[in-house]
């Protein structure tokens, strides 16, 4: 577990980390000079019952808020510790807020300073514990001991390890099955190993070798070449852990504070988070519907639009739906909480207003009213998550280590739903492969779509006998996956709804359609065709002849191409298909007897004039009967 402290500045902090656990955590020279933390310590406490706890110290200043909510991100014990010599002040407060907010569960209030009670008398020390409970009163510490202790003098500390040790044993384990996820405090290189990250391990385990990911902006894989957990060199780390680990692959100067180690394409970066939002019982204000704050979440801090979803404004002490708008992408989790603060303190606790826990990932643009879209995830039913982020990922779907990530939840637990939506329909595995998933209401959405784009297609273009399959699935979609649109079609032939024929596709029943008026154009043009055997009519000169608009004459060729009865040569001339054929036998006799032919020897073959040679004798190419070789032609073999 991680034990955190928190309290206000020159209350103690860092001098009962060091009598605790021997280690000074103002390790800076600027610390030192000033004797005050500016940055986030690190430690490690051996409790009575041997258990080992990594410690983090946070500033105590104002000024440096940023960085106690990125220590006290991934805190499971928190130590409030209180001067008994000045009681509770603005910071005391606000670190308080920031620990419940930030979903801390468990404490210890540790007195410092206790050296002074006796000089100070024991109505001080009546007041500043009357302050305590009226502070701690509704907050996980209502009922945490109270231990009065002092660096100075060593008074205290056994009954606050102690203290410690109670708290640490009733704690709950970290889920250890979900996505690996460590927001990264601190960047260094040590000579001999490279660029080192250390931070607080919040979901799922990591490993030496595995393939790694830095977010944002560094999707890797970069590779894990070791690992340490105070100090020592270990195999694996789990949740609840602090841990160093020396990367292959990237320069210090390219990461920062901030950033969250995760395995390699389990987690995408994002820039928009739907939350359940809590504001501050002390705000002073209602927060309207749309206002600037700035995001706290894990070790990273970014300026954030706040949209409340279903209500206009969100009274004190109230929880709301709500999305977040980030002016930078991030790496986030589900169920990861976040604080959010102002540019103005609040009267006596500092700038902390409101904060809450992620619901989804990667989320769509919300509009207002979007709490009905965004409630399913209140749920704890796991399959109801996983139908609304498969509904949301629309026809790309989503594969399984893609629903890990942005739900969060256990291998086990996320196979088990999918096998039970997949019983009930409300999932397809489409790619047993990649394991890749469709929502059942979006593939039901699919296909009634495409079955609009059949009966518009068929109303629009009678002539026409099918929709080509691609011209199909580009209209529902120029991205969808090949083997999401083959199943969508599969499912509508097995239900009678469509047809297909050779590449195309039409309603059941439905295909070309011609008026009398139509046909008879038909028949005539066809006649012509005939006629001119191999010296067709030009488009235009059919137009002039046959009194039919150019538009609607290429319907009607196209007709007596899918008929089989004309075939086209170029784009402007169209052969009857018997004439052709006959040419082509003669041909390739030609050529077995002969072995070659001129274009000459083809002149005179088709007994027409260059214009018609040409394009023939190049179409003959194109199908492969022929091959020119130099100013001569010879039979393709096979």
Known sequence: MIVGTAGHIDHGKTSLVKVLTGIDTDRLKEEKRRGITLELGFAHLTLDDGAVAGVVDVPGHERF?????AGAGGVDLAVLVVAADEGVMPQTREHLDICRLLGVKAGVVALTKSDTLAELGPEWRALVEADLAALTVGTFLEQAPVVACSAKSGEGLGALRAALTRAAAALPERPLEGPAFLPVDRVFTLKGFGTVVTGTLLSGALAVEDAVSLLPGLPGPLRVRGVQRHGEAVDRVTAGQRAALNLVGVEPEALHRGMVLVRAGELPETAML?????????????LPRRSKLLLHLGTAQVEATVALLDVERLEPGETTLAQLRLAAPVGALVGQRFILRGARALPGRGATVAGGHILSIASARRRKGGAAVVAPLLSADPGEQVAWLLRQAGYRGLTQPELFGRSALGPRVLTRALELLG??????????????YLSGDVFEGLQGRALSLLAAFHEREPLRDSLSREELRQRLSATLDARVFQRVLQALVEGGRVELEREGVRLKGRGRTLTLGESAARTRLAAELSAASLAPPTLAELEQKLQVPEARLRELLGVLVAEGAVVRVTEGLWFEARALAALRERLVAHLREKKEITTQDFKEMVGQSRKFVIPLSEYFDREKVTLRVGEKRVLRRG
């Open 423 to 436: 019983a009930r329909g409300g999932a397809l595995l489409i790619d047993r492969e990649r394991r890749l």
């Open 274 to 286: 739907d939350v359940a939002l809590t504001l501050l019982p002390a705000a002073p204000a209602p």
């Open 65 to 69: 808020v940023k960085a106690m909510a």
